[in-house]
């Protein structure tokens, strides 16, 4: 389970964490679900060896909650985000977009 510092005031999350992020994202078609995953707030592919924070490539991708109407640390309210679009989310409860964008069969540019 995340835990907060106390210090710093940011949530650490374990890898277990990170991978349930992971695993909540839209897949691309034409891309390895392992590696390459949709970020949902601008559509564009995420790489899975990057997920530093504090990257300042704009592939990194952080875990970003699902619900921020309910801010609850659970695993299920995870999702991967580019550290980049944090800031352009539009909505607080995003569960009705993200099961849309999964609908969709997404490709990568090639």
């Known amino acids: 389970m995340a835990k907060i510092d106390q210090k710093s005031n940011k949530v650490i999350f374990?890898?277990?964490e990170y991978t349930k992020a992971w695993e909540n994202c839209p897949?691309?078609?034409?891309?390895d679900r392992k590696d390459f995953r949709l970020c949902?707030?601008?559509k564009y592919p995420m790489e899975f060896k990057i997920n530093e924070n504090m990257s300042n490539d704009e592939t990194a991708w952080v875990i970003d909650l699902i619900n921020i109407k309910k801010p609850v640390l659970e695993i299920d309210n995870?999702?991967?985000v580019h550290a980049?679009?944090?800031q352009n989310r539009t909505k607080k409860n995003a569960t009705k977009l993200i099961k849309r964008i999964k609908?969709?069969?997404w490709m990568a540019p090639e």
């Open 27 to 31: 897949i691309i078609q034409n891309r």
């Open 78 to 80: 995870y999702i991967g």
């Open 40 to 42: 949902y707030i601008c």
């Open 84 to 86: 980049n679009c944090v």
């Open 14 to 16: 374990t890898n277990a």
């Open 103 to 105: 609908m969709v069969g």
